[in-house]
């Protein structure tokens, strides 16, 4: 068997842990303090691992279930690091009606990663979203924060293929 060497986890590594320290510190008196805290920590780290949250909430004092719960809520937060590229599917009513789940299936067959999985070569995400706000254009995927609506199997293919010709060619 081989062994693959874990990075370590951020609370861990001497240069982010001032990082994390600071945005706690900074905000451990505010008032909903917690949002504040894990927004500036995804922003700055990337991502809230389990031991960040544990950590979080024995500093902010507050059970770490509350910590869980709000993580798991919100789909801007993750535990893992996402991948270069983030394609997120639109599972609202319209985009459901719409046809998302091909756009889905196609990603799958392509990526071989489930939505909530990174490729294991780190470069493309697949992530699941609430609406996003433009249903007349059902169904959206967001590529990288840039809403395509609709959007159809094959184009969603070329779109996945040019990133990965761009990235092969970087
Ligand atoms: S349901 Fe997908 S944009 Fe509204």
Known sequence: MTSKTQPVDPL?????????DKV???NINLEGGLMVVLNNLQSKIGFLSAPMQEYVAERL???????HGVVSFYSFFTTVPRGKHVIKFCI??????????QM??????ILKVEPGQTTSDGLITLEICRCVGACSQAPVVVFDEVNQGHMKPAKF???????????ANA
């Open 157 to 167: 293919g070329k779109l996945v293929e040019n990133i990965l010709k761009d990235e």
């Open 61 to 67: 004092n507050i059970p770490v279930s509350k910590v």
């Open 92 to 101: 609202g009513t319209a985009c459901y009606v719409g046809g998302i789940n």
């Open 12 to 20: 861990y590594n001497p240069k982010l842990r001032p990082i994390i």
């Open 24 to 26: 706690i510190e900074d």
């Open 104 to 109: 889905i299936d196609k990603a799958k067959q």
